[in-house]
């Protein structure tokens, strides 16, 4: 038993979960939640966990990235799927919750912990022992400005991103590799040609798509000017978009040996090259408006998306810089982060960094190694992706199969592949779990 009290800041997916690790291990927790004095922008209820927007989380199938992550927490023991089983909903193959008795459960089964203390005050200075800081992509201001005097410039307060694909979905047979004026390696960028006609017609389409309505705290026209839709810079012109992110200029298309009307680059989004990166497509468009008018592009056609373009408030860490991967800070180890201020998206991906960050938590009071999760395993991935330093332009990233290992030899079969991953990541963490006691 652990006689050490410690501190999580934060009353969400995150915060709940890392304290509950820690509490049903014994380690006294005091858990601080501004909500009862001050709420953000997007909460009103004054329970813990509160679900801001959509009330699913995905989907419930282990041959899923999503059901293979809620499957390691249940094997975890998470505390947010033992709500969720008792106040499911109807959803097709997905597993959604009733809103606010799924807030409910989780806050009358947290604080009927002895070992955890509830304080509702908002935290505005980094706390000086053992700490876990869980504090939401709406985290305060004064709790940000915290955080930016401990990190320097690596905080971020907008997110303003560009979609993801996996590389084996892509046509080779579409596109080169090849840096602008051969300046940088030669797999630096994979290029995505397109002709007068394709461009045309993908242009027509991305200028007339529908976009994704913003809330009030989500608006920022100084980030968008700086960071501009790839759709509001179309809408500017025809040729706007071919001299900005689709300029062809110092590319030459090997099929035809001259240069194409338009390229879309695509970056490596991790070391593997397994994901990749829309070069200059920041976006609001709806997700299947995305989906819809970029697979237009030839080269992605069929293309699977790990995540799409955002553009909204988002308080997160250029975690590559600053994390490891048992979710510690390199600067002061006894302190963690946990949540979507880590750059893990989605509500269970959130939940899941904070179990994670708890045990670690605990595994240093008790003088023991980080337990750090083989990269097979969904939750050991994304908490690579997040601390890997090789990763220079950082994202979000939620729960996909894109950041795991491939199986060898191939499975062709996408959702026999998707079998075996997840059949691989769970029997791995079964065994871990078996031998670390957890």
Request: charged share 25%.
């Amino acid at each position: 038993m652990q006689s050490r009290s410690v501190i999580v800041v934060g009353g969400g997916l995150a915060g709940v979960e890392a304290a509950w690790a820690l509490a049903t291990r014994g380690v006294p927790v005091t858990l601080f939640e501004m909500k009862g004095k001050k709420f953000s922008p997007a909460h009103h209820s004054t329970n813990l966990a509160e679900l801001v927007c959509s009330n699913s989380f995905k989907a419930a199938r282990l041959n899923s990235a999503a059901g293979m992550l809620k499957e390691e927490m249940r094997l975890l023991g998470s505390l947010c799927m033992q709500a969720a089983s008792r106040c499911a909903v109807p959803a097709g193959g997905a597993l959604a919750v009733d809103r606010d008795r799924f807030s409910e459960i989780v806050t009358e089964t947290l604080l009927a912990n002895p070992n955890i203390t509830l304080v509702r005050e908002e935290v505005t200075a980094i706390p000086a022992g053992p700490a876990i800081i869980a504090a939401g992509p709406l985290a305060s201001d004064a709790i940000s400005e915290a955080i930016r005097d401990l990190c320097g410039d690596a905080l971020s307060f907008f997110d303003a991103a560009a979609p993801i694909v996996t590389r084996d979905s892509l046509d080779d047979d579409c596109l080169f590799t090849q840096s602008r004026y051969d300046r940088g390696g030669e797999d630096d960028y994979l290029n995505c040609p397109m002709n007068k006609a394709e461009y045309e017609a993908f242009y027509d389409a991305l200028v007339h798509a529908e976009s994704a309505e913003l809330h009030t705290f989500d608006r920022r026209k100084d980030v968008y000017e700086g960071c501009m839709p790839i759709e509001v810079m179309a809408a500017r012109g025809k040729d706007t978009i071919r001299y900005g992110p689709l300029k062809p200029v110092g590319l030459r298309d090997p099929r035809t040996g001259h240069r194409p009307w338009a390229v879309l680059q695509l970056r490596k989004e991790n070391a593997a090259g397994s994901l990749l990166n829309l070069v200059g497509f920041q976006t609001n468009l709806k997700f299947g408006e995305q989906k819809r008018v970029f697979s237009m592009i030839p080269a992605l056609k069929q293309a699977e998306f790990v995540r799409y373009g955002v553009m909204h408030r988002n308080t997160f860490l250029d975690s590559p810089r600053c994390l490891n991967a048992d979710f510690s800070l390199r600067a002061r180890p006894d302190l963690f982060f946990a949540g979507q201020i880590t750059g893990v998206e989605g509500y269970m991906e959130s939940a899941a960094s904070g179990i994670l960050a708890g045990l670690n938590l605990l595994r240093r009071l008790q003088n023991m190694p980080p337990l750090i999760l083989p990269d097979v395993t969904m939750l050991g991935a994304l908490a690579g992706y997040i601390s890997d330093p090789t990763v220079k332009h950082f994202q979000p990233m939620g729960a996909n199969f894109g950041v795991l290992p491939p199986i060898e030899p191939k499975i062709r079969d996408k959702q026999l592949r998707y079998a075996a991953l997840s059949d691989r990541g769970l029997d791995t963490l079964k065994d871990i779990i078996r031998k670390e006691g957890l």
